[in-house]
């Protein structure tokens, strides 16, 4: 029997000050908590509705995910299941999403990156189909995607990642030994919206 695709959105219950705040430097946290609002917004009626997988929004703080008011106005999330990511850095929060995900290939995404589209994450499930590991590079160092094929137990592939540093992408893939399985693959780079410049681009 094939096993079911899964889709993980890592997400924040948008709140002023909460969100984005390295763009918030730059924007203001109003125009800051808009924009994410915007993108989540977009990105969910993008991909969470694709019968090709199944979307879960992990949400942080983990009361969010029982909340009806924390994404209130975002219509694309009406039904889309949430679940808590628990406590930890990003690792940790991602192993767990990954370890706890039903039986099949699962994918985390970010939430606030709009060129993410549901072709791209089709394209990042095929793949999984050759390789054990599918990681989604991100212009400033980290990744926008990681996806597991999810056979053979895999090492602990973000143990003491630099979060939040050029060095993410780089440290993750130094965890990954090169002779496990059938290795991994790096998809297309994306840009993340994190400063006013970005901001200031997209806007063009």
Do not use: C
Request: overall charge positive; proline content about 7%; hydrophobic content about 50%.
């Amino acid at each position: 029997m094939r096993r079911r695709r899964h889709l993980i959105v890592f997400a924040k219950a948008p709140a002023l000050g909460r969100v984005k705040s390295r763009l918030a430097r730059d924007v203001g946290a109003l125009a800051a908590l808009a924009f994410y609002r915007h993108a989540l917004g977009g990105l969910l009626a993008r991909v969470a509705r694709d019968p090709r997988w199944r979307t879960v929004l992990a949400v942080t703080p983990d009361p969010a995910a029982v909340d009806r008011r924390a994404f209130r106005g975002i219509r694309a999330a009406r039904g889309v299941k949430r679940i808590a990511q628990g406590p930890g850095d990003l690792g940790m929060r991602m192993a767990r999403a990954l370890r706890q995900a039903p039986p099949g290939p699962a994918i985390i995404i970010g939430s606030d990156i709009p060129d993410i589209t549901a072709a791209r994450i089709a394209g990042a499930f095929r793949a999984l189909g050759v390789v054990d590991v599918v990681l989604g590079p991100a212009l400033d160092g980290g990744y926008w995607l990681v996806g597991l094929r999810r056979g053979p137990p895999l090492p602990d592939m973000f143990r003491g990642v630099r979060w939040s540093s050029a060095a993410a992408l780089a440290d993750t893939l130094a965890n990954l030994p090169r002779a496990h399985g059938r290795g991994a693959r790096l998809i297309e780079t994306l840009n993340d919206v994190d400063d006013g410049a970005a901001f200031a681009r997209r806007r063009r």
